[in-house]
């Protein structure tokens, strides 16, 4: 977000007043402590007046926040006797809350019955403070790594559906060493006596500039940062987010969409597997690892802003050494080991149990998933609008517009028990709640055995 809402409006008016500068600096007068409700930025006050205007708002928002999580999900959450790569367990669903329907009768319902009586339990999920947006950590994260505690807002997902703290890192170069993270968080303390010897100086200094912290939006030196340090610690590394090579599924909101309240959450993706994809963003279908890299840090660490890119100290990445040498080291982040898999990336008969075979035919068969989700990867590099808005009316709440996804990135689906919540902005929960959603986005009229055979087949990925 870079201005106040107010000002954004106007200048569509008024375009050439604005240009000159003079129209905003004398509406941004005007506007004062309400500005900050729009976004983060308002640099005509002191960060002391903007932190005030920040805690003033936190209770509320917060309490506005898990009322909504509360109402759509049981919070209580379950696990099962599945392991993720790193040795967490693997947390059971369905976690959404039924409003007056159970799970067959929502089955029978069309789409337009289900919108009208708001009955679809899996509606886009806001951002904590929507208005607000930003970075934000899981607790996971924030305690061995302090710096990132921001002070306005906290990350609102139960622990019991957030992947490994310090996932498993299996290199496609080097299979024979497994995991070479062995539950350790990989920070610019260690990973220089973890991984030399593995990987090339080029490589290795690739996975520096990713553990190395560079300004952005709320973790930088200016006035509206939303962190209480300035002490040099400030800004954030792609492994805040992406930890250990895969995800901790830190949230942040897109940047390319406008005004706030369509904008969506943003669920952070692992790189694993990155090598063999072709699409990056969920939205954006941006076509190389390395235009990614170089987007991140220019573009989204910054909200899309890039006059605050420059004002904060946006660190331009070198294409040809940096940028490349980073990439180099994602394409090297291989799914996990999935032992019933062949070289087709489809079960073994001999490994796999009954009812994990049956939910490979159904997901090849009658729930269809494979058309979009292909062996061995199980993604098909595509996008697909999947118009679950048919299921819901476009109505605020919490500070965001239940609108469109429009076309989405499909995720590969290899490793996928090690990426719990699912979906681009984390809607889902667990597996079995993507059961129940592509369930009913499909039409498929899945019965409850159905169900449970394509989730243990899913967790064989
Ligand atoms: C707030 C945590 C966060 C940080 C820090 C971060 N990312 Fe990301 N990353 C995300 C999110 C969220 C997405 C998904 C973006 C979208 O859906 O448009 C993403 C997407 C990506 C993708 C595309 C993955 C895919 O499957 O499409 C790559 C590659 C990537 N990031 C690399 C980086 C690099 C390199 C850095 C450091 C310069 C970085 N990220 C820093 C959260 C983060
Ligand atoms: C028409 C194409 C299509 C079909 C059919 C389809 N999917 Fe997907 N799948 C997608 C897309 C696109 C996404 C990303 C959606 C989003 O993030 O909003 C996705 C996401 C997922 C995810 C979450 C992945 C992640 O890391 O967040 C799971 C799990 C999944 N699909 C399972 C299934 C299952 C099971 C079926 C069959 C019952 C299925 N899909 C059918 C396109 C499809």
């Known amino acids: ?56 708002v936190k209770a509320e928002r917060a309490k506005a926040h898990t009322d909504l999580l509360n109402s759509r999900y049981d919070l209580a959450i379950k696990t099962g006797p599945n392991k993720m790569s790193g040795g967490k367990a693997v947390p059971v669903g369905p976690t959404a809350k039924l409003a007056g329907a159970t799970w067959d009768q929502l089955d029978k319902m069309t789409p337009a019955q289900i919108k009208e009586k708001g009955l679809f339990p899996y509606k886009p999920l806001p951002f904590p403070d929507h208005a607000e947006g930003g ?46 993270a062995k539950g350790r968080l990989i920070t610019l303390s260690n990973y220089y006596e973890i991984f030399n010897g593995i990987l090339n100086p080029k490589q290795l200094e690739g996975l520096r500039l990713l553990l190395t912290q560079f300004p952005q939006q709320q973790f930088n030196a200016t006035e509206d940062r939303r962190t209480d340090r ?16 895969h995800t901790n599924r830190a949230t942040h909101l897109v940047g390319d969409i406008r005004p706030q309240e369509f904008r969506h959450r943003i669920n952070t993706p692992s790189l694993r597997g990155v090598n063999i994809q072709r699409l990056f963003g969920s939205q954006r279908a941006l076509k ?47 799914f996990p080991p999935a032992s019933k898999l062949n070289i087709y990336g489809e079960l073994d008969p001999a490994k796999a149990t009954p009812s994990e ?79 129940e959603y592509f369930n009913l986005v499909q039409q498929l009229h899945l019965t409850a055995q159905e169900k449970q055979e394509l989730a243990s087949f899913m967790r064989c990925l």
């Open 357 to 435: 075979l049956r939910g490979e035919a159904l997901f090849n068969g009658k729930a269809q998933c494979g058309r979009c989700h292909p062996a061995p990867y199980y993604t098909d590099n595509s996008m697909h609008n999947l118009q679950a808005e048919r299921f819901y009316k476009q109505e605020l709440v919490n500070g965001m517009m239940m609108a469109h996804d429009g076309p989405i990135k499909t995720f590969p689906l290899r490793g996928t028990k090690d990426s719990p919540p699912y979906l681009h902005d984390g809607r889902c929960f667990t597996l079995e709640d993507t059961v």
């Open 135 to 180: 970075m934000l950590f899981p607790e996971m994260t924030i305690k061995p790594l302090p710096r990132l505690v921001r002070f306005d807002l906290d990350f609102d997902l139960p622990e019991a559906v957030l992947p490994d703290a310090a996932p498993a890192i299996y290199l496609t170069t080097r299979p024979d060493l497994g995991d070479v």
């Open 230 to 245: 300035n002490d040099g610690m400030l800004g954030v590394t792609c492994f805040d987010c992406h930890v250990n090579g």
């Open 1 to 56: 977000m870079s201005m106040p809402r107010i000002i954004r409006r106007t200048g569509l008016l008024a375009g050439a007043l604005v240009a000159s500068g003079l129209l905003s600096l004398a509406l941004l007068a005007q506007q004062g402590p309400v500005a900050s409700s729009y976004g983060p930025t308002n640099q005509t006050q002191t960060f002391a007046q903007i932190k005030a205007e920040r805690l003033a």
């Open 288 to 334: 190389t690892v390395e235009d990614f890299t170089e987007f991140e840090q220019r573009a989204a660490y910054f909200d899309g802003d890039i006059c605050m890119a420059a004002k904060k100290g946006i660190n331009v990445l070198e294409r040809g050494s940096q940028v490349h040498f980073m990439a180099e080291f994602m394409a090297l982040l291989d």
